[in-house]
């Protein structure tokens, strides 16, 4: 089995331009993620997901919420005051999980090389799964 998530900064889902930013934050199972409010109105940042239910209550600009999230699933989280807003945290089994940068690019740090299944999941695209093999260099070459 692959360890808890390691230490280091927690992931945020920010209230900016009434918008949530990222749209998409992961986090490991066990592990919280922080709503800070960007911005100069209040925010009620709530989610009904059977994965991690919770609601903020309504908080200024420069104030901050968070919540752990105890098990594995897809949360999807809105403003109860800007029925626009949504976003979505991912929880993950443990802390081998990536998302990419601005081109594309990923990494998952200390994965042994071995036989593994990566889950792929994207909020406007159908997710997929694919057996890989990551090599003695534990590299990997995906085709789509």
């Not at 940068?101 to 792929?120: C, M, Q, S, T």
Request: with cysteine; aromatic share 12%.
């Amino acid at each position: 089995a692959l360890a808890a998530a390691p230490a280091g900064p927690r992931p945020k889902l920010a209230q900016k331009d009434q918008c949530f930013m990222p749209r998409v934050v992961s986090v490991a199972a066990g592990g919280s993620v922080d709503f800070p409010n960007q911005d100069p109105i209040y925010h009620n940042v709530f989610s009904v997901s059977t994965t991690r239910r919770f609601d903020l209550g309504k908080y200024p600009k420069g104030k901050s919420r968070s919540v752990v999230f105890p098990k594995a699933g897809l949360v999807n989280v809105y403003c109860d005051i800007h029925s626009d807003m949504a976003a979505f945290v991912i929880v993950t089994p443990n802390h081998a999980y990536a998302q990419p940068n601005a081109d594309g690019e990923w990494a998952i740090p200390d994965l042994p090389a071995g036989r593994y299944v990566l889950h792929v999941w994207h909020p406007d695209f159908a997710e997929f799964t694919r057996d890989v093999e990551l090599s003695g260099d534990r590299k990997l070459a995906l085709s789509y």
